[in-house]
């Protein structure tokens, strides 16, 4: 066994003093450091590749042997959810068409005009501490650096480093993440509530039998669409089977001024009524990633009661900004936990991210530059 | 100076590095235990630091931190300095023993190991990372020790081969040992 020395001693602290000099050309930017990264990447392109095809099978043992129970959960919670989507997927596509019209009209920007490129995930942080994922698109797409990246569920983090064919993703739950959204008013609670509705010309004795309505305020934000995806439903809509099923019905639609219209009218003892989701702007702050297994949350809010009560279920989106580096109207996620600090320094509410984050396969890099560099 | 490259571990640490590095990134970001990642790399500087002291140790752990900060695009040299750590503790402790047995070797690779995930988000505060010390540390470290801790019986026979280190070399150090590396 090696024995402690002087000289050995003097090796290992010009090593460290080594590192901290190409900390410090890194750090600065060289481009000599950026090349060789390219390069080093070319060389490990194909050993990984390699390495990849001879572990599946062991990769795939060990997820079939830990991930079946979360398999099933998530399969029996994902059918219920394509059921409620299902069901409101024509409104909310009316509803974002003509939402988008209206925008084109008023000569608004709209997200769904913003280009887009379509990335595959070809790997993961190798560390514990950074949520860095890595795509295959790189300068040669467009790909710069700070650059929104999103799936069809919502935003999943910024472009923060570029290579020629690949790219590194940071994800919103990065302790290093920051961004600025705006809190929506959104469902509050998402269970279904349950009220009562006269449907016209009936009488008491004729209400008795006529069925109740189950009315649920849709969360679909018409601003809210993707860039270059297709309209996404996210609310709810209850349909509530009339007592006797051959009775014809009463629908009632809603404009997005919240004023309903008759849409069909017949004799009916039932009535379905849908409200469209009221996206006021309740606050705006700034999301913070926390690390690994720790829910992103919003900072810096006011919580003035008087304006608007910040509550669990309430939407969060990009608040955009000339300096910001995501346009707004990127859906995020809804508030999933509130909590109350002493003296002004407002709440801080945990957001549960639309994307899951631990299975991407294919994201979107929005091709979006800040106001401000594109006005230079 | 060819010939003392050719000659030298260098040329066994690199390739070995570039198979480890490719194993980092793709069946070990998959086989999490209780969601931390287990750190081959960090584990192998060191059972190097074990295996040959901690000189070697921290050779091996810089030569494999700025090949992990070169393909993970961390800062160059950030993985470095904690990899050399891990090294030079997991070589400073088997001053501890002459001829370390396989369990005594396991508990040097684990402690040097956790000492390079500890330096990690120390190294970040270094660099002006804001809060780099993930609440979840207290469970990665002794994660990543024990996971190293189990993997030496396969790296420091490794160490071993890529030092060039013949088994009486294992006992007493060769002489002017300081300058092989």
Same mark, same amino acid.
């Given at each position: 066994m090696a024995i402690y020395s002087v000289g050995r001693r003097r090796v290992i602290i010009a090593l460290l003093l080594t590192s901290a000099l190409l900390l410090t050309l890194?750090?600065?930017?060289?481009?000599?450091?950026?090349?060789?990264?390219?390069?080093?990447?070319?060389?490990?392109?194909?050993i990984e590749a390699a390495t990849g095809v001879v572990t599946t099978p062991i990769v795939r043992t060990w997820r079939a042997v830990n991930d079946i129970d979360d398999l099933e959960r998530e399969n029996a919670e994902l059918r219920d959810q394509l059921d409620r989507m299902v069901g409101t997927q024509a409104s909310a596509e009316s509803s974002i068409i003509e939402a988008q019209e209206l925008r084109a009209l008023f000569n608004?920007? $709209?997200? !769904?005009? #913003?280009?887009?490129?379509?990335?595959? &995930?070809?790997?993961?942080?190798?560390?514990?501490?950074?949520?860095?994922?890595?795509?295959?698109?790189? $300068?040669? !797409?467009? #790909?710069?650096?700070?650059?929104?990246? &999103?799936?069809?569920?919502?935003?999943?983090?910024?472009?923060?480093?570029v290579n020629r064919t690949t790219s590194l993703v940071m994800l919103i739950t990065d302790s290093r993440y920051r961004v600025a959204v705006k809190v929506l008013a959104g469902e509050g609670d998402p269970s279904p509530t349950t009220v009562a509705t006269t449907p016209s010309g009936l009488t008491d004795d004729e209400l008795g039998d006529a069925a109740t309505t189950t009315t649920s305020a849709p969360s679909v934000n018409p601003d809210t669409t993707l860039p270059g995806s297709s309209p996404f439903p996210g609310g709810t809509t209850t349909t509530t089977l009339p007592p006797d099923e051959s009775a014809p019905t009463t629908t009632v639609a809603a404009d997005d001024s919240g004023e309903t219209a008759a849409v069909t009218t017949t004799t009916t003892t039932t009535t379905t009524t849908t409200i469209p989701g009221s996206a006021v702007e309740k606050e705006f702050g700034a999301l913070e990633g926390r690390g690994r297994g720790f829910p992103p949350q919003?900072?810096?809010?006011?919580?003035?009661?008087?304006?608007?009560?910040?509550?669990?279920?309430?939407?969060?989106?990009?608040?955009?900004?000339?300096?910001?580096?995501?346009?707004?109207g990127i859906p995020i996620g809804r508030v999933a936990n509130r909590a109350d600090r002493s003296g002004s320094g407002g709440p801080l509410l945990d957001v549960d991210p639309h994307a899951d984050l631990s299975q991407l396969g294919f994201v979107r890099v929005v091709l979006y530059k800040p106001l401000s560099e594109v006005e230079q | 100076m060819?010939?003392?490259?050719?000659?030298?571990?260098?040329?066994?640490?690199?390739?070995?590095?570039?198979?480890?590095?490719?194993?980092?990134r793709t069946i070990f970001v998959e086989l999490q235990v209780n969601g931390v990642i287990l750190q081959v790399m960090v584990a192998f500087a060191a059972a190097a630091g074990a295996a040959g002291g901690s000189e070697r140790g921290a050779v091996v752990g810089f030569v494999l931190g700025v090949m992990y900060d070169l393909a993970e695009g961390t800062p160059l040299g950030s993985s470095a300095v904690a990899f050399t750590v891990a090294g030079a503790v997991g070589g400073l402790l088997a001053l501890f023993a002459a001829d370390p047995q396989w369990w005594l070797a396991m508990i040097f690779t684990g402690l040097g190991a956790a000492a390079g995930e500890l330096m990690t988000p120390v190294v970040r505060l270094f660099i002006g990372e804001s809060d780099p010390f993930d609440p979840r540390l207290r469970e990665i470290v002794p994660i990543v020790a024990v996971g190293a801790a189990l993997m030496s019986p396969l790296l420091v026979p490794l160490a071993r081969w890529c030092l060039r280190m013949k088994k009486a070399e294992w006992k007493v150090p060769p002489a002017g040992e300081g300058s092989t590396v």
């Open positions: 890194d750090l600065r930017g060289n481009p000599l450091i950026d090349r060789a990264r390219d390069g080093f990447s070319e060389v490990m392109d194909p608004l920007p $709209s997200l !769904s005009g #913003i280009d887009t490129e379509v990335a595959k &995930v070809i790997g993961r942080a190798a560390n514990n501490l950074d949520q860095v994922i890595e795509i295959d698109k790189g $300068s040669t !797409s467009s #790909i710069a650096i700070g650059m929104p990246v &999103v799936n069809q569920a919502g935003l999943i983090g910024r472009v923060t480093k919003v900072r810096f809010l006011q919580d003035n009661p008087t304006i608007a009560v910040l509550e669990v279920g309430d939407l969060v989106e990009t608040a955009g900004g000339s300096e910001s580096l995501a346009p707004p | 060819l010939a003392a490259f050719v000659q030298g571990p260098l040329v066994r640490i690199i390739p070995v590095g570039m198979v480890l590095l490719a194993l980092q």
